[in-house]
């Protein structure tokens, strides 16, 4: 056998060495960020953004990600927030519209759980990915309490 041949016992050990010298990985979701109602208006002509703030907590739940049940409860969520702004039938094309094009499968900006990389799928959520949530939510607030503090300094 040539010298450099690695035994099955070398190796064993030499993946042993690197599994116990290398740091864990802290389970990381990428900051939260909406783009309204995605590919649909944020409101009608007369009120642009109607049910934009329907939208952003819709956005906010499948940055999240998470179950089945969590991805239909919101886009229920999000049907009855916009039908309480009296657009019933807007509410159920939208319903549809995420059923169909929300799936946690397609490459999109808008996928559940478009948070996390790709091919999450659908599971509940780890307790290691909760505080990732957490870090990334106090973060986000940190950012928006120094912009405040930096406008109202220019001001």
């Known amino acids: 056998m040539p010298k450099y041949f690695l035994s099955p016992t070398r190796l ?3 993946v042993l ?6 740091p864990s990985l802290a389970v990381e979701i990428k900051p939260f960020t909406s783009d309204g109602c995605s590919a649909f208006p944020d409101g009608t002509i007369e009120q642009e953004e109607l049910w934009l703030e329907c939208c952003t907590a819709h956005d906010y739940a499948y940055w999240k990600g998470g179950t089945f049940k969590e991805r239909e409860a919101a886009d229920e ?8 702004t009296g657009e019933e039938e807007i509410a159920l094309l939208m319903l ?3 059923r169909i094009g929300g799936t946690p499968y397609l490459p999109t900006d808008f996928r559940w759980g478009y948070g996390w990389p ?3 799928g659908y ?9 990732a949530i957490k870090r990334s939510e106090a973060a986000r607030e940190e950012q928006l309490n120094t912009e405040k503090t930096e406008n109202i300094d220019n001001q």
């Open 12 to 14: 064993v050990h030499l």
């Open 96 to 98: 549809g519209g995420v």
């Open 77 to 84: 969520a999000l049907q009855a927030c916009v039908e309480k």
């Open 17 to 22: 060495l690197m599994l116990v010298g290398t």
């Open 123 to 131: 599971k509940a959520l780890t307790d290691e990915e909760l505080l």
């Open 118 to 120: 790709m091919w999450r």
